[in-house]
């Protein structure tokens, strides 16, 4: 079985159960909620690689995410990322898994996002988390001469940030640039092509375990 290529900091445990991870533009992840995981590399994070994932109950450890659907009469719910630009996790629950999402009897079919909270039978809280990976870097090759869709100026061999969800670039020029460097990806929240998030620097979109309260 292959591995995901994890993150820096992507804590203990995370590459045990996972197939290769196709190149999904936000990986999710799912953060077990075990006691005492504070030092030592912190909490569990289970990868979630593209396509369809299985999550079962640990029958004496915690949950764990197969690549392949269980045999049967051993329950699991499948897990995708769906939903393009701004995705989500799609939840599939058998009637005998006895799943709760955010402390409620989970339906059939759930659509979960960066926090929501997913618990199997008496096993530990698993928080649904992403790793938004930084996307700024030289002009691509091919985008070379294009304009960007902020300022309308093309982009010449500088430093630009390109979407993870569309391949859209913008300029993002640093200091040494001088005072008429174009940072366009600093001046707007999201792509002006497909609306996703513009995300500067890598980091994880949420940690249970840095939240307040």
């Known amino acids: 079985m292959n591995t995901v290529a994890l993150p820096e900091g992507a804590g203990r445990g995370a590459e045990e159960t996972l197939t ?21 590399g912190g909490p569990r ?51 005998d898994a006895r799943v709760r999402v955010n402390g409620q009897p989970a339906p059939p079919v759930a659509l979960l996002g960066v926090k929501d909270q997913v618990q199997l039978g008496g096993g530990p809280l698993l928080h649904v988390t992403a790793y938004h990976a930084a996307r700024v870097g030289p002009t691509p090759a091919d985008q070379v001469g294009r304009e960007c869709p902020v300022c309308r100026a093309p982009l010449a061999a500088t430093t630009v940030y390109v979407c993870p ?22 001046l707007t929240s999201e792509c002006p092509t497909c609306r996703a998030p513009v995300v500067l620097e890598a980091g994880w979109a949420y940690l249970p375990e840095l939240a307040d309260g």
Not at 20 to 40: K, N, R
Not at 69 to 86: I, S
Request: hydrophobic share 35%; net charge negative.
């Open 20 to 40: 290769t991870m196709s190149d999904i533009h936000y990986p999710f992840y799912l953060i077990v909620d075990e006691p005492g995981t504070a030092g030592a």
């Open 45 to 95: 994070r289970l990868g979630v690689p593209g396509g369809v994932s299985y999550l079962q109950a640990g029958a004496s450890g915690p949950p764990r995410l197969l690549a392949k659907a269980p045999a049967k009469g051993e329950p699991a719910c499948a897990l995708e990322a769906v939903g393009g630009a701004r995705p989500q996790l799609l939840l599939l629950s058998p009637g």
């Open 165 to 186: 969800g569309c391949g859209t670039a913008l300029h993002c020029e640093v200091e040494d640039k001088g005072p008429d460097r174009l940072e366009c990806a600093r």
